[in-house]
């Protein structure tokens, strides 16, 4: 039995041939933010059991558009991308996420990323995917007694989510300390100086969720030339 995806991406013979030829003439690179939301885009209109008549009447977006879009074949408009996801009921960033190409991704554990540091005193191991820049990162943290681990300071703007799963913590923020038991949390800007301790006589293992500060794009703004500073100068004594 065919899956719900598979039945949305069906097409026609002499389709699926005009559709090889042209991706034939394409660079792969070209093609990877096309496939990516073309894939999302169709495996979220199965999820709701939408056709492409249905999904063009709720986002106002034609069908053959979407049929574009779904087929790798156009990349739509920023415009056109918040039509479809308002009709979705998902948010823009639903339709390039990677892991979403197959509606999840499996992180086995013997395969993840571990960091081991301090003489072996401090443990971290990677819980979300590490292919791409990610605005969130989320790692399993363990500690050895009576060991204590100093944190990196990250860009401003940049926060941790921090929750302790067995043992105790001591966090120290900015020479301000906050003893954490099991099961308690804390948030704090990871700009500051910061560290963790563990006070107990056993290992004590804690779960971070890093959120990555928004970095506003770098303008390029061209430099007044030489020419330009005698009229300037005029300008301003006018």
């Not at 105790?168 to 906050?178: A, F, G, I, K, M």
Request: aromatic share 4%; with cysteine; net charge neutral.
């Amino acid at each position: 039995m065919q899956s719900p995806l598979a039945l949305v991406r069906d097409r026609a013979p002499e389709a699926n041939a005009a559709a090889h030829a042209h991706d034939e003439a394409r660079s792969p690179e070209f093609d990877v933010l096309e496939r990516r939301v073309g894939v999302n885009l169709a495996r979220l209109r199965a999820e709701r059991q939408l056709s492409l008549d249905a999904l063009a009447r709720a986002s106002g977006v034609s069908r053959a558009m979407l049929a574009q879009i779904e087929s790798a074949r156009s990349v739509p408009s920023i415009k056109v991308l918040c039509k479809v996801a308002a009709a979705l009921k998902v948010s823009v960033a639903a339709f390039l996420r990677q892991h979403a190409v197959n509606g999840f991704e499996h992180l086995p554990a013997d395969r993840s990323a571990r960091v081991v540091t301090s003489n072996g005193r401090y443990w971290t191991r990677a819980l979300h995917p590490d292919a791409e820049p990610s605005t969130a990162e989320f790692h399993e943290l363990r500690i050895a007694p009576l060991h204590t681990e100093p944190g990196t300071r990250r860009a401003p703007g940049t926060t941790v989510n921090l929750v302790v799963s067995v043992g105790t913590l001591e966090v120290s923020v900015h020479e301000r300390r906050q003893l954490l038991a099991t099961g308690d949390s804390i948030v704090f800007d990871a700009d500051q100086p910061h560290s963790l301790r563990n006070p107990g006589d056993t290992e004590a293992r804690a779960f971070r969720v890093t959120v990555n500060a928004e970095t506003p794009p770098r303008w390029d703004v061209p430099q007044a030339s030489p020419h330009d500073a005698p009229l300037a100068h005029a300008h301003s004594d006018a």
